[in-house]
T-cell receptor, first 114, second 109 residues
Framework: GAGVSQSPSNKVTEKGKDVELRCDPISGHTALYWYRQSLGQGLEFLIYFQGNSAPDKSGLPSDRFSAERTGGSVSTLTIQRTQQEDSAVYLC????????????FGPGTRLLVL | AQRVTQPEKLLSVFKGAPVELKCNYSYSGSPELFWYVQYSRQRLQLLLRHISRESIKGFTADLNKGETSFHLKKPFAQEEDSAMYYCALLNTGGFKTIFGAGTRLFVKA
């Protein structure tokens, strides 16, 4: 079946602009994760959604970052007033349930803030 | 603090040579540990997890709680093993997965 999809694949924006990144998880997967992959930094956990529970936002780096998940499916990560240090690859992953289930990753969105 | 350390950014070996990618973790409880791999132009994907005690593509990893390590090993490296490898820790009872910075493995012909 179809895997996790993300859009756009690449995004170039100017400092100070807002951006929205989209993630479509695998159908039926209740858990959804956002990560940030910066050069030489590995993957940084941002936020986790599980079903209808309140999301775990503990990894969001600042209040400029927010995420929603509508109808338990599609998720949008929004970065307001982008800064150059926000430049990174943003990865989305989903799993059948939370906790120790295998995470399936999307191709990522490469964000460049000029 | 929970932390995953992969001390080598780049590891280069010859085809047929043994390979060991190091991973050390810091966690006060009983962690679940994983290795993820990202081949060129492909998505990040799970390679193996310690609770499964399995060998995938000839790779194995043993959890050593005394040394807080979860090194990934393969006795005979192949060119197709060239990829980026990430060690990851899942805190039990939670959902946050902590990844290391990754090690790029390059297997030379």
């Amino acid at each position: 079946g179809a895997g996790v999809s993300q859009s756009p694949s690449n995004k170039v924006t100017e400092k100070g602009k807002d951006v929205e990144l989209r993630c479509d998880p695998i159908s039926g997967h209740t858990a959804l994760y956002w990560y940030r992959q910066s050069l030489g930094q590995g993957l940084e956990f941002l936020i986790y959604f599980q079903g209808n529970s309140a999301p775990d936002k503990s990894g969001l780096p600042s209040d400029r970052f927010s995420a929603e998940r509508t109808g338990g499916s599609v998720s949008t990560l929004t970065i307001q007033r982008t800064q150059q240090e926000d430049s990174a690859v943003y990865l989305c992953a989903s799993s059948r349930a939370g906790n120790s289930e295998t995470q399936y990753f999307g191709p990522g969105t490469r964000l460049l803030v000029l | 603090a929970q932390r995953v350390t992969q001390p080598e950014k780049l590891l280069s070996v010859f085809k047929g040579a043994p390979v060991e990618l190091k991973c050390n973790y810091s966690y006060s409880g009983s962690p679940e540990l994983f290795w993820y791999v990202q081949y060129s132009r492909q998505r990040l994907q799970l390679l193996l997890r310690h609770i499964s005690r399995e060998s995938i593509k000839g790779f194995t990893a043993d959890l050593n709680k005394g040394e807080t390590s979860f090194h990934l090993k393969k006795p005979f490296a192949q060119e197709e093993d060239s990829a980026m490898y990430y060690c990851a820790l899942l805190n039990t009872g939670g959902f946050k997965t902590i990844f290391g910075a990754g090690t790029r493995l390059f297997v030379k012909a």
